[in-house]
């Protein structure tokens, strides 16, 4: 089990297999849009409990074909 409670924008971008850069994080935190972060001096960091919500925020929930009577 991994007991870290932060991750550094290079392992968010991991953690989302590329498909979110450093550059859009930071353009993000320019914004004040996307996960919350923590800064700390110069360093940013993502707490995992914040990426987990972020992630429950913008999950798509599909509906079953079935109900609407398609197959």
């Known amino acids: ?4 409670k932060f991750l550094t924008a ?3 971008a991991k953690r989302y297999r590329g ?3 450093l550059g859009t994080l930071r353009n993000w935190r320019a914004k004040r849009i996307g996960p919350a972060y923590v800064k ?8 995992i409990e ?16 079935t109900h609407h009577g398609r197959r």
Do not use: F, H
Not at 1 to 4: G, L, N, V
Not at 50 to 65: G, H, P, R
């Open 40 to 47: 700390l001096g110069k360093a940013v960091l993502y707490p």
């Open 1 to 4: 089990m991994d007991d870290r």
């Open 19 to 21: 498909s979110i850069s």
């Open 50 to 65: 914040e990426l987990e919500m972020w992630d429950q925020n913008n999950k798509v929930t599909c509906v079953n074909a």
């Open 10 to 12: 290079a392992e968010v």
